[in-house]
């Protein structure tokens, strides 16, 4: 028997987003954000409070988002609880060093091994961040030998909303679009 547990934002898994921006001095800030997903082939939506995040993107009108993995769990978490408008060295102090993205007007973290380079579209009802990837960046160490990014190199985290747990995926169970064959 299923048991009613209300309104509440649980989808699993939940990717662990860091959205890196420029402040108005060129200095580099992140954030840990865990409500965001894919909308289409090349948009993303994340929802964000007010934070000194937020502010740059109005300014920038750009972002983007590194997807928090297993290796940097604890600054990933870290630049989630400290806030830049308080803590000045907040990502020297997450051991993050940032590079300025090609394509957009914002700071890419080179320690995380994949970014969304991200341009702002709208915001809708006050806090929903719309956005278009206009670049994927991938460490060549989390890559196959096609050249795609591969779960069996990357280790991303998820977020359990439900008992704010933080764990990694598992292993590989089937082939997307080709195992569902055998049900016709």
């Given at each position: 028997?299923?048991?009613n547990l209300g309104v509440a934002p649980l989808v699993f898994p939940q990717p662990v987003l860091i959205i890196a921006t420029y402040d108005e001095n060129k200095k580099a800030n992140a954030m840990n954000a865990a409500w965001g997903g894919i909308?289409?082939?090349?948009?993303?939506?994340?929802?964000?409070?007010?934070h000194k995040t937020t502010?740059?993107?109005m300014k920038r009108k750009a972002f983007t988002i590194s997807i928090g993995d297993k290796e940097h769990m604890l600054?990933?978490?870290?630049?989630?609880?400290?806030s830049a408008n308080n803590e000045p060295d907040k990502m020297e102090k997450a051991g993050f060093t940032t590079t300025k993205s090609?394509?957009?007007?914002?700071p890419v973290i080179n320690e995380l091994p994949m970014a969304l380079e991200c341009e702002l579209l709208n915001i809708i009802e006050g806090d929903m961040y719309l956005a278009r990837i206009v670049n994927v960046l991938a460490d060549e160490s989390i890559l196959s030998n096609e050249g795609k990014i591969t779960l069996n190199k990357f280790s991303p985290i998820t977020y359990d909303t439900s008992e704010s747990g933080y764990y990694t995926l598992g292993k590989r169970i089937g082939t997307a679009f080709k195992d569902g064959e055998r049900l016709k």
């Open positions: 028997m299923k048991k909308v289409g082939k090349d948009k993303i939506i994340i929802n964000l409070s007010a502010d740059n993107i600054s990933c978490d870290y630049v989630g609880i400290v090609k394509y957009v007007d914002a």
